[in-house]
């Protein structure tokens, strides 16, 4: 059985940073990818990358390049969102999902609990 | 960037209701296309792929069609347990956009 948990809800001041982490288990790990989602309070789905379990390739949405970085630990099974220079409007929960291995075009076919962070003066 | 416009934005039908919800792209996407429900503080989850690929366990009144740029969900027989937000979600390319959503209320 395929699980994505995530690490728990945080407040972080505006110019802080968070590291949100994903532990994967029950699938080969390497042969799959991490996409990480966010959904602001009351919107909708927002897809800020896609981290692969091949080779570590990255594909960073626009809008968040220069402030996100994702990194894969195989040893632990454990992806990570780093992301900096947090604001109000960051406020959102975040989502791992699994996606594809090799190439980002692949949907997003299990989903993590999702990370709620607050980013509050 | 190819944009994913979502309509209706909210709908309310009755329990046994056929309901459709429409997704269209602002470029073609082939058949890139996957739909997801979200129920209320719950994640998202994968009901459909590749236009018209039921995702495992998802139940079969749940059908997808469509190519190119439009691209439709149809519930046939609407449950109370499909109340819900739905989002459609391409994969052709990077990014990886969604569709606004669409809210599903029972009448």
């Known amino acids: 059985q395929v699980h994505l948990v995530q690490s728990a809800a945080g407040v972080k001041k505006p110019g802080d940073s968070v590291k949100v982490s994903c532990e994967a288990s029950?699938?080969?790990?390497?042969?799959?990818?991490i996409n990480w989602v966010r959904q602001a309070p009351g919107q909708g789905l927002e897809w800020m990358g896609w981290?692969?379990?091949?080779?570590?390739?990255?594909n960073y949405a626009q809008k968040f390049q220069g402030r996100v970085t994702m990194t894969m630990d195989t040893s632990t099974r454990t992806a990570y969102m780093d992301f900096r220079g947090l604001r109000s409007d960051d406020t959102a929960i975040y989502y791992c999902?699994?996606?594809?291995?090799?190439?980002?075009?692949?949907?997003?076919?299990?989903w993590g609990q999702g990370t709620p962070i607050t980013v509050s003066s | 960037d190819i944009q994913m416009t979502q309509s209706p934005s909210s709908l309310s039908a009755s329990v046994g209701d056929r309901v459709t919800i429409t997704c269209r792209a602002s470029?073609?996407?082939?058949?890139?296309l996957a739909w997801y429900r979200q129920k209320p503080g719950k994640s998202p989850e994968l009901l459909i792929f590749?236009?018209?690929k039921l995702q495992s366990g998802v139940p079969s009144r749940f059908s997808g069609t469509g190519y190119g740029t439009d691209f439709t969900l149809t519930i046939s027989g609407l449950q109370p347990e499909d109340v819900a937000i739905y989002y459609c979600?391409?994969?052709?390319?990077?990014?990886?956009?969604f569709g606004g959503g669409t809210k599903v209320e029972i009448k």
């Open positions: 979600q391409k994969y052709d390319s990077a990014p990886l956009s």
């Open positions: 470029q073609g996407i082939s058949n890139y």
């Open positions: 590749d236009t018209y």
């Open positions: 029950g699938y080969t790990f390497n042969k799959y990818g």
């Open positions: 981290i692969s379990g091949y080779n570590y390739n990255t």
């Open positions: 999902a699994r996606g594809g291995g090799a190439v980002p075009t692949v949907m997003s076919d299990y």
